[in-house]
């Protein structure tokens, strides 16, 4: 039987921090993707929920915490108004992995089963390379990252522009 490889995202990051501050850093998921994320974002088991608008909501739980190493979260639920299959990103896996590598900490990101095949591909590349290589990076190394506020939303306003996501 022939096995179809699929390439979930991935991105890295080396910051020149130690991995407890990347760790930290991480759960702190409203430093870095967004300050409207409802529940908990920190502990085993903790729930939250993302949302931006009409245009997608995601809840999220963490099923996996080892300090100053790795974060896993589940989707549980998710809704894009802007792809033809609604739940895209439902039941799988968001990853950080953080190790020392010297004086620096390196962090690997990977959504476990956003593959180039979903139609919100592109865009959610996109958006998950800011929000690390730009916006967790800044939250790192700098003390502050650039989320979604509730406010003014302006990262996503441009990502729904570009991609046409509110017609």
């Not at 850093?25 to 085993?44: F, P």
């Not at 995601?58 to 996996?64: A, G, N, P, R, Y």
Request: net charge neutral; hydrophobic share 35%; aromatic share 12%.
């Amino acid at each position: 039987m022939k096995k179809t490889a699929t390439a979930d995202f991935t991105t890295t990051l080396l910051v020149d921090k130690t991995a407890r501050e990347a760790f930290d850093a991480i759960n702190n998921v409203r430093g870095w993707w967004s300050e409207s994320i409802d529940g908990g974002t920190a502990k085993l088991n903790d729930e939250f929920t993302y949302h931006y608008k009409d245009i997608h909501v995601c809840k999220i739980k963490l099923i996996e915490v080892v300090p100053n190493q790795k974060v896993v979260w589940q989707v549980l639920n998710n809704y894009f108004k802007f792809t033809k299959d609604k739940s895209e990103w439902k039941d799988t896996k968001v990853v950080f992995e953080v190790s020392q590598n010297g004086k620096q900490a390196e962090i690997k990101f990977t959504h476990q089963g956003l593959v180039p095949q979903y139609e919100c591909y592109e865009v959610c590349r996109e958006a998950w390379t800011t929000y690390t290589q730009d916006s967790l990076r800044n939250l790192i190394t700098k003390g502050k990252g650039q989320p979604n506020s509730k406010e003014d939303d302006a990262f996503a306003q441009q990502l729904v522009e570009k991609w046409k996501l509110d017609k």
